[in-house]
């Protein structure tokens, strides 16, 4: 975020300002020649002037210092360019052109002029009227004559805020008092209002001196009028206070002054708040800018490394394929080698028939040797129990039920052991059907058992017998190895007895 440049804005204002100063001296210039050709007049009669900006209906006769107040008043109060430029025309003419004609005139013009500026008038500008009909009691009717005399006023140029009718008693005392805005305009509006009424004989030495009670009368509210014991004395000093022009002067210089000290201090404070914002705006920039710099150096390094690490798996990923397709060759190669060799194994294979038939004769001899299964049932000793006739018997009877027992998936004597940590499945010697082998032979009962674990080792699902080599020497399975040369033998053998 950019802090505002407020040199930009004094720039703007001061230009703003120049252009306001170069219209007022071009409308003040262009009234005061017009004034200089005569084609304007000024003066009524030796000592008496006239406005000639003012409207027709709120035209008075001034002398010199009050044409020049006037003058001033309206210069320092106009809105408008123009009007400031048409009244300080107004105002320089005068005091160069019209000073020296009025030098003849006696001393009590300026005696007035002095009186003027040490006179004492009530603050806020308050007029007063006289005479209002006091036989008036209808609230409505009074409020209805008040606006009248308002819109009057208001036609005559006047900018009055209020006109307050003054009770004695719950009856109209007779006297209403104008309020006007509070500072010079007011003051100006209040002293064109006196002139008004004095332009036709209706001022406050007229109410005082004519006995004519059907016109209204008004003045500007003075000490007197203050200071009396009337309705209207106690009103103004409710209202107001007693200032002479010099004071008011002196307490708007005052004013002023303080609001010059306090608008310069606001702006010298503002001015270090600016320099301090500026100051943590140009710190902030630097930070933003280094961060900025450390972003980018970052992405560009970081697409760099993107760039490489692409640029190298793309590399790896061509020397994969190559070695793929290499592989892949030679698998193909391998794959027609081993095709060929196949063929030939199994032109070889087939070669000699009675090669095969012979060796398939000899594996048919040697598993017919060894057709007892290591689940085999047996029983021993059975003789000392039984007569040798019913031992055969007894014995022929129970293989049977036990081979019977031991293909039934059902039965399931073994349970669960725990040994160094690792679970074991054992035969569970409390099953009732092995406590019964007890009554034989231990060998009876470490023969089922021993056929119980393997058939549970090699065939758990379906509890049936199935061949396998084994080694009846050791009692274990026999490895390929020991198969593999009791074969040998057993082939030499027979080779042997063929050729004797």
């Not at 170069?22 to 200089?36: G, I, S, V």
């Not at 393997?454 to 020991?482: D, I």
Request: aromatic fraction near 10%.
């Amino acid at each position: 975020m950019e802090v505002p440049d407020m040199s930009q804005s004094h720039q703007s204002e001061k230009r703003t300002y120049t252009r306001e100063g170069e219209q007022l001296e071009e409308f003040e210039y262009t009234y005061y020649e017009e004034l200089k050709t005569g084609s304007v007049k000024l003066r009524i009669t030796e000592s008496l002037f006239r406005c000639p900006y003012c409207d027709r209906e709120n035209r008075c006769d001034y002398s010199f210092d009050e044409l020049v107040g006037h003058a001033h008043f309206r210069s320092r109060s106009s809105r408008s360019t123009e009007e400031k430029g048409k009244y300080s025309a107004l105002e320089r003419y005068a005091k160069r052109y019209c000073r020296n004609n009025t030098s003849s005139v006696g001393s009590s013009n300026v005696t007035n002029s002095q009186i003027v500026d040490d006179e004492l008038f009530v603050w806020p500008p308050m007029g007063i009227i006289g005479n209002m009909k006091s036989n008036i009691q209808d609230a409505r009717t009074i409020g209805e004559y008040v606006s009248t005399l308002m819109d009057d006023l208001l036609r005559r140029g006047l900018n009055p805020v209020k006109i307050e009718p003054l009770w004695s008693n719950q009856v109209l005392s007779g006297f209403s008092v104008v309020k006007f805005k509070k500072g010079w305009i007011g003051f100006h509006d209040a002293l064109l209002f006196e002139k008004i009424f004095e332009s036709k004989n209706c001022g406050k030495m007229d109410f005082f001196c004519s006995n004519d009670r059907h016109k209204l009368y008004g003045w500007i509210a003075r000490a007197d009028d203050y200071r009396s014991n009337s309705r209207v004395g106690g009103y103004l000093r409710k209202q107001g206070d007693l200032k002479s022009v010099t004071e008011k002067q002196k307490e708007d210089a005052r004013i002023q002054s303080f609001l010059e000290s306090s608008l310069i201090n606001d702006i010298e404070e503002r001015e270090t708040r600016i320099q301090k914002l500026r100051s943590g705006y140009e710190n902030k920039k630097y930070y933003l800018e280094d961060l900025l710099n450390q972003k980018e150096d970052m992405l560009r390094n970081y697409n760099e490394e993107t760039k490489e690490m692409q640029l190298q798996v793309r590399h790896d990923f061509e020397n994969l394929l190559l070695e793929h397709e290499e592989v892949r060759r030679k698998l193909q190669a391998q794959k027609k080698d081993l095709i060929q060799q196949e063929k030939k194994l199994e032109q070889r294979q087939f070669q000699d028939e009675s090669k095969r038939k012979k060796l398939k004769l000899e594996k048919d001899m040697l598993f017919g040797q060894m057709n007892l299964g290591r689940a085999a049932v047996g029983v021993k000793r059975m003789e000392k129990n039984f007569s040798k006739n019913e031992a055969a018997v007894k014995a022929a009877k129970l293989c049977s039920i036990w081979e019977g027992h031991l293909r039934d998936p059902s039965w399931h004597p073994f349970k669960i052991i725990t040994c160094d940590g690792y679970q074991i499945e054992v035969v569970d010697e409390d099953d009732e059907k092995l406590k019964h082998l007890h009554e034989f032979d231990d060998a009876v009962y470490k023969s089922v058992e021993s056929a119980l674990r393997e058939m549970n080792e090699y065939n758990a699902s379906g509890r049936y017998t199935v061949p396998e080599l084994w080694n009846y020497k050791e009692a274990r399975r026999a490895t390929l190895a020991e198969g593999t040369e009791r074969l040998i033998k057993h082939w030499k053998s027979v080779r042997k007895k063929k050729k004797t």
